[in-house]
């Protein structure tokens, strides 16, 4: 199914014109489709259909309590970074014994949090960490289960700052070390040895980079099977890119295909951490245009949305398609889509031909993973509202902040 799509020259998420959301809930807004992030979780599971599986949403790409709720409906666990996603995700309905607790700075509270909640896995991604769970569990009268990051050295061919997986990042452990790090693990009383994981990157668009890491990690497997160590699963992390404008990723079959033949016969737990490939696709940002303003060189249209809303562009200078909500029928000109805060840096989009009036309004495409979870209060901006589409039916899934909630926690020093 299409989830965007023009219908009556006018771009539809599922079956509800986005100018009836801009009317009803204003811009700018995030609208989401539920069909769209049905099918990807459905898709990206029918892959692993009668393979011991678990597909755990990685909470950073968007914590919306409503998708979150919706995946947990599907049956998805959760890959949560800090307490406040374990704490999100335990709002939502998600099931504790299938959250996976990845990052690299776990705090000692952090710790405790999910050690009540009782999750599926830690995963360790230093040995200092792996004393501290130790410590922590030991405190409670708990065992932590556990597997290591391991750092595969593998490149994963993706923007320098989504790459996770090479000697020179701050994420897991050496892969030369892992064995010696997991028989330390294996002799503390409050830690039990379950997994091995291992993520690489984000938006990765070829195979190859995965399978690559996935061969290393079950080298290791068998490494540590040859020295006792039993592991019951593999966290593959997650990854797949998703197509903003011209990109070819793996296919969700292709790439289940490929790894389940790397498995062979073994009936090891596979787990996944997805974010992008289950939410990009399933979300735009609905801007309108404030002004249209011509200088000697260029043309900008100024929108109601900014870096502050959607970071991705200024951060990582990625890609967003963008399209009219209502296209017109005059001819296209080339357009710098830029937002209202005070940098150079905030622009949307460089290069787009478009057929502008002042008004009008634009959808921001792919703009469903990293972009609400990433928006900030930059320039004093109260972060958008989100929109959930269900067929013809719209849910307001969180309300536009208001100004003085921005200031509410903040206060004047006193008169002397
Ligand atoms: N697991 C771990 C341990 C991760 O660090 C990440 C993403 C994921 C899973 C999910 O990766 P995905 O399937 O979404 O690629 N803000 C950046 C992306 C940062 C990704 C950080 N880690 C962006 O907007 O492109």
Redesign the pocket.
Known sequence: MNTFTLKNNTLHAENVALNNIASEFGTPCYVYSKSALTQAFGRFSAGFKGSNHLVCF?V??NPSLAILNLFAKLGAGF?IVSGGELARVLAAGGDPKKIVF?GVGKTEAEMQAALNAGIFCFNVESVSELLRLNDVANVMGKVAPVSLRVNPNVDAKTHPY?S?GLKNNKFGVAYEDALDIYLQAAAMPNIAVHGVDC?IG??ITELSPFLDAFDRVLALVDALEQNGIHIQHIDA????GICYNDETPPAFDAYATAMLAKLGESNIKLVF?????LVGNAGILLTKVEYLKQTESKNFAIVDAAMNDLM?PAL?D?YHAIQAVQPRNADAVNYEIVGPVCESGDFLGHDRMLALQEGDLLAIMSAG??GMS?ASNYNTRPRAAEVMVDGDQTHLIREREKIADLFALEKILPAV
């Open positions: 990685a950073k790409s890959d990845s989504i996770t993520h984000s938006q992390g997650g990854g797949i951490e997805p974010g992008r490939a991705r990582y990625a993973a990293y990433m």
